[in-house]
């Protein structure tokens, strides 16, 4: 049975964008379920429509407080019973009494080499920062902003002359792959959170796995 797949995006969704384009291709045993945003004029909303599929704002500003806020996107997400949800690009913040219900079964790409950089701007200080490396990380989602277990990274060059906007298009050349790879192993059931951290193929991870160490993602 395929992965069912809820994603959550605030803007341009080109990461929604190359998960449906790999289902179409065949290439990704998955359905995407909805898409749902905290913005109404996200882009992603746009791509899951144009692909047919159902799309969903939930806009903080229509909710008391981030609980209600919260406990109305958990309860249509439910009601769509996906096997994961696919946060990409998702910039608002969850609180923790509806996550602690999914642990394992939510998960986050974020641009950078998980646990540097965590949070906003990531490219910018990386780069104030002097780092010769940069990259992507595809993580569990937990209470802890962009702290949850790291499943798979990809490595990217920081190259002279970079700026913020050069380096973040670079990176996103490798997001997609990333993000494409990791949801073919969870659904094929070779990747899953247990207590003590990520299993792979049945054995506690030693490491994230490295996207540019391909044998590894055989
Ligand atoms: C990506 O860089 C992702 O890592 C970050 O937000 C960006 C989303 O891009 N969390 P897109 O909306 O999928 O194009």
Redesign the pocket.
């Known amino acids: 049975m395929s992965l069912r797949l809820a994603v959550l ?9 190359v998960i449906l384009d790999a289902i179409t291709a065949g290439t990704l045993d998955a359905e995407v379920v909805g898409a749902w945003s905290d913005r109404g004029d ?3 909303l746009v791509r899951a429509r144009d692909a047919g599929l159902p799309a969903y704002a939930i806009r903080p500003r229509d909710f008391t407080d981030r609980a209600a806020h919260d406990h109305a996107l958990f309860g249509a997400l439910d009601a769509a019973a996906p096997d994961l949800i696919v ?5 608002r913040l969850i609180g923790a009494d509806v996550l602690a219900s999914r642990a394992g079964r939510m998960i ?4 950078s080499l998980l646990p540097a950089f965590k949070g906003l701007h990531t490219h910018q200080r990386a780069l104030d920062a002097g780092a010769t490396e940069h990259g ?1 990380s595809v993580h569990y989602v937990t209470a802890e902003l962009d702290g949850g277990p790291v499943i798979a990274q990809a490595r990217v060059p920081v190259l002279p002359g970079d700026d913020a906007a050069h380096l ?1 298009a670079r ?2 050349t490798h ?1 997609h792959p990333l993000l494409l790879e990791t949801l073919r192993w969870i659904a094929a059931g070779r990747v899953r959170l247990h207590e003590d951290g990520v299993h792979v193929d049945g054995r506690r991870a030693d490491g994230p796995l490295q996207l540019a160490a391909t044998r590894r993602f055989a």
């Open positions: 995006a605030s803007g341009r969704g080109s990461n929604l964008q996200a882009q992603a946060c990409a690009g998702y910039m986050n790409i974020h641009p992507a973040s990176v996103l997001e």
